[in-house]
């Protein structure tokens, strides 16, 4: 999704950029727009950075959060486990990543049985 919105905006800021040197001169107000597009361009170009930073720290969280739930649940494992190492880890791991829409499934699934059976 951020791909597509900073390409779009990529894409205007071009626009306003090829717009502006159709009215190149020694006038303010081109100096002015120019000055415009730059900032917007740098502004996008720290934003997209920021973001990719940010996912790169959430990954490592949850890995690190997988990691310790695959300690807890096996405590045979030592430090060094992969998480590839083992489709049984694997599994664990995928099962954590899903775990807020299957904790929500099962939760609606015991609601109905319970419903039923009374």
């Keep these: 999704m951020l791909k597509q919105l900073s390409t779009s905006i990529k894409?205007?800021?071009?626009?306003?950029?090829?717009?502006?040197?159709?009215?190149?001169?020694?006038s303010l107000?081109?100096?002015?727009?120019?000055?415009?597009?730059?900032?917007?361009?740098?502004?996008?170009?720290?934003?997209?950075?920021?973001?990719?930073?940010?996912?790169f720290i959430q990954k490592r969280n949850e890995e690190d959060r997988v990691q310790m739930l695959?300690?807890?649940?096996n405590k045979e494992n030592d430090s060094k486990q992969s998480l590839n190492s083992n489709p049984s880890v694997v599994n664990i791991a995928a099962q954590y990543a899903f775990g807020k829409n299957s904790k929500n499934h099962l939760f609606r699934r015991s609601r109905k049985t319970k419903y039923r059976a009374s």
């Design 29 to 55: 107000n081109y100096k002015l727009m120019k000055l415009h597009i730059k900032a917007h361009t740098r502004k996008l170009t720290e934003l997209i950075n920021r973001y990719r930073e940010l996912q």
């Design 70 to 73: 695959i300690k807890i649940a």
């Design 11 to 26: 894409d205007k800021l071009k626009v306003h950029a090829d717009d502006i040197s159709n009215y190149q001169g020694d």
